[in-house]
């Protein structure tokens, strides 16, 4: 059965650039290694997409539709469906000193953030000017996806798991206790979560998840215990 908004899938993937044939990112492991890209900080495994909230491109999203669980296909997006077509207004040319004055040294391929105009690449250096492309570096380009629906959450305690995965991945999501109650969602903290960086924003970012994808749930309560040793 194809899927439809609101479908739990967790998808491989594999992005190529059509142009050049170059990887650009990738789910699995052994190919970040086959083609050179591969993060020892990151983990491969299947990314968690839920169809319709827009987390991945709306051409893949799309296509992802006419797809069923255990399915592999190729998708080809041009770049009206991807990052659109490079536009020659976003690429400027500005004063040096904009940047030296914050203590950056111009490099051509550097990519900088400018106040007002978002983050570019400098394509060009000199005369005392610099040339600045504000274009998405995937803009203009045909992308190609290698994608693969490996399974489908059905559950409500495995929806939850899987987006606490997705905030949290360091920590096994098996180990948060989740419980439904009446227009509630308990999810009992392990104490090893409480120490990761940044987890108050983590759990606001769960619950605002927990919200958007479950709409008859009005509180979501964290449990925070510890053990006496």
């Known amino acids: 059965m194809p899927l439809k908004d609101g479908d739990f899938v967790l ?3 594999t992005l190529k650039v059509k142009e050049t044939g170059q990887v650009i990112d990738t789910t699995r492991e052994e190919v970040a290694k086959e083609v050179s890209i591969h993060r020892p ?10 169809i319709g909230a827009g987390w991945v491109l709306k051409g893949l999203e799309e296509r992802l539709k006419e797809m069923e669980v255990g399915e592999e296909k190729t ?14 207004r976003k690429i400027i040319m500005m004063p040096a000193k904009r940047l030296s004055q914050r203590g950056m040294v111009p490099r051509v391929g550097q990519r900088v953030q400018v106040e007002g105009l978002g983050t570019g690449v400098i394509r060009a250096v000199g005369s005392g ?12 380009k045909t992308l190609i996806y290698e994608v693969a629906i490996r399974a489908k959450i059905e559950d409500p305690v495995g929806k939850v798991r899987a987006l606490i995965h997705r905030r949290l991945p360091l920590v096994p999501a098996e180990k ?3 419980e439904f109650g009446e227009k509630e ?3 009992k ?4 979560a409480l120490y990761v960086e940044g987890i108050q924003v983590v759990k606001r970012g769960l619950a605002n998840d927990i919200f958007q994808f479950f709409k008859d749930v ?5 449990v925070e215990e510890f053990k006496k040793t």
């Open 176 to 178: 948060f206790e989740v």
């Open 185 to 187: 969602v308990i999810v």
């Open 218 to 222: 009005d509180l979501v309560r964290f």
């Open 11 to 13: 998808v491989d993937y």
């Open 75 to 88: 998708v080809e997006l041009p770049p009206e469906e991807a990052y659109g077509p490079r536009d020659p």
């Open 189 to 192: 903290v392990p104490e090893e």
């Open 41 to 50: 900080d990151k983990t491969y495994e299947p990314m968690l997409v839920v």
């Open 129 to 140: 000017r610099v040339q600045i492309d504000f274009n998405h570096p995937l803009a203009g």
